[in-house]
């Protein structure tokens, strides 16, 4: 039997909320919306570590925090020294031609983690920049070819428009859209599709930097949206707990006030993003037929984390509410797959570390022990009818964390009821997401839910008990430990 090839596609910020198949009012995504209905999405799935490096840790080590020991965002650390057990190296183990594009956000920066072959565009990249001030070439590709383009001038740059990384501003990119980050990776991804070896079966990470800022997408994406209604400022009744870290009218805010026609811009900059990434998928696909390779590929999406963009005077991610920690989640089989299920929504709470035992499943590539992720094949495929015995419970929770605000943010969700525990400020909210998914009303100090809110908080106990950190003593959450943004088990590694 061949080998299924298998792409995974990430991108970048996207909230879990922004599809059309979720039924989003404004997003349009109809090549994603297909790609749903071919396969099986998951309305519960979240990023434990809900920013770009500890997230993309947990997709290649299919490892949950406490795991690979990432809690926070910290650059510098060698990814090869601490997980040396990948979604990729395991492919390449398995015959496979492993292939990256697009954003890895590992260090260092030229690190092939497993893969065969690296095309790198990570964005801007503070790290390599600002710590190292390395030269292009050294961590980018994206760049020196956008200066060899014809009618490109030779100092030609990332963000000349103005519009910055992590920056509300939204303007429409300035150059042909061709030219564009969002343009480059689709380009590059079927270009490579024409030099791989065609005698192997293959796996493609392809990853957009978008919609993460720069807010930029090409005018007429941008236009799609600057006419939605506009942008309201919406508070629920618990965001008195953030009153410290305010800091309202800064354009990279995390929490604050902008004007709402800034945030009502940024929506259509990071609308438009969406719908760019969207129209360049669809370039991939039609390539997958020219190629006569769709009906033996699987197909995976999801992002890193979302992006709050003002829900709460909340802006950018690392928090665990909605915007910030849930994200798109589609497992697509090959369409030879005579046992796929189609069009299935799938209801129990996953993350980001089941990608890797779920893709490694369908191929038929075993899956290490290194994986404390879960394979998501049950709910891609109907059992064959010889299959033995009844099949595990699923996860009743799902723990994450991130330390932010110089405090380690914990939560713990099935998806349909949330608790959050603030470690410096012991601040907690609870909700019912299935009567109020935007968050609005924290439920935890009424008398009325005390049940409920204990039930939450002792999972989270349950969860913590044990940690380096100290969050738990005699069975109670503790407030004011120091945290760190690597546990100790991760830095041993580097070390040794």
């Excluded at 979720?22 to 519960?44: I, M, N, Q, S, Y």
């Excluded at 999801?302 to 802006?315: N, P, Q, R, S």
């Excluded at 991610?317 to 069009?343: H, M």
């Excluded at 470690?423 to 009567?435: C, H, Q």
Aim: hydrophobic share 40%; proline share 6%.
């Amino acid at each position: 039997m061949n080998k299924p090839n298998v792409i995974l596609i990430c991108v970048d910020e996207w909230r879990g909320d922004t599809l059309g198949a979720e039924g989003h009012p404004h997003v349009l995504t109809p090549h994603l919306d297909e790609l749903a209905g071919k396969g099986a999405r998951f309305r519960h799935a979240y990023s434990a570590t809900p920013t770009c490096v500890p997230a993309r840790v947990a997709l290649f080590t299919g490892q949950s925090q406490e795991r690979h020991g990432r809690v926070g965002y910290e650059e510098g650390v060698a990814f090869d020294d601490v997980h040396p057990v990948t979604l990729q190296g395991e492919f390449r183990r398995a015959g496979y031609q492993t292939q990256a594009i697009g954003k890895l956000h590992v260090y260092p920066e030229r690190s092939r983690v497993g893969f065969d072959e690296v095309i790198l565009h990570d964005g801007f990249l503070h790290f390599a920049r600002k710590e190292h001030r390395r030269d292009f070439k050294f961590f980018d590709d994206y760049v020196p070819w956008l200066r060899r383009q014809p009618g490109v001038t030779a100092d030609e740059e990332y963000f000349d428009h103005g519009a910055g990384c992590n920056s509300t501003v939204a303007r429409p990119w300035d150059k042909a859209e061709r030219l564009h980050p969002t343009s480059w990776t689709g380009s590059q991804a079927v270009e490579w599709l024409y030099r791989r070896d065609p005698t192997s079966p293959f796996f493609l990470y392809l990853s957009f930097h978008r919609p993460h800022p720069p807010y930029d997408p090409p005018a007429w994406a941008m236009e799609m949206y600057l006419d939605l209604p506009a942008f309201k400022r919406r508070l629920g009744d618990w965001e008195h707990h953030y009153e410290s870290v305010r800091t309202n009218g800064l354009h990279q805010l995390s929490f604050g006030t902008l004007p709402e026609a800034v945030t009502h811009r940024a929506r259509a900059g990071y609308y438009g993003l969406m719908t760019q990434i969207d129209m360049q998928l669809m370039r991939v696909f039609e390539a997958l037929n020219e190629f006569g390779l769709a009906d033996d590929t699987i197909i995976a999406f999801t992002a890193d984390h979302g992006e709050m963009l003002g829900d709460h005077d909340f802006y950018r991610k690392a928090v665990g509410y909605e915007g910030s920690a849930r994200v798109p989640f589609i497992v697509t089989p090959a369409p030879s797959d005579k046992l796929a299920r189609r069009g299935t929504v799938v209801d129990e709470v996953v993350e980001l570390r089941d990608i890797m035992p779920t893709l490694l499943d369908l191929a038929g590539v075993p899956v290490p022990d290194s994986c404390d992720g879960r394979s998501l094949a049950r709910f891609v495929r109907q059992l064959p009818e010889s299959g033995s015995g009844e099949l595990e419970p699923w996860r009743e929770w799902l723990h994450g964390e991130h330390v932010y605000f110089e405090q380690s943010l914990q939560w713990v969700t099935n998806g349909h009821i949330k608790y959050l525990w603030a470690s410096g400020w012991g601040t907690e909210e609870l909700f019912d997401l299935d009567a109020d998914p935007e968050e609005m009303h924290n439920l935890a100090p009424l008398p009325e839910h005390a049940d409920l809110l204990a039930l939450w908080k002792g999972r989270l106990i349950a969860d913590l008990t044990g940690r380096e950190e100290g969050f738990v003593h005699d069975g109670a959450l503790v407030t004011g430990v120091p945290v760190v943004t690597m546990l100790s088990h991760a830095r041993a590694l580097i070390r040794s």
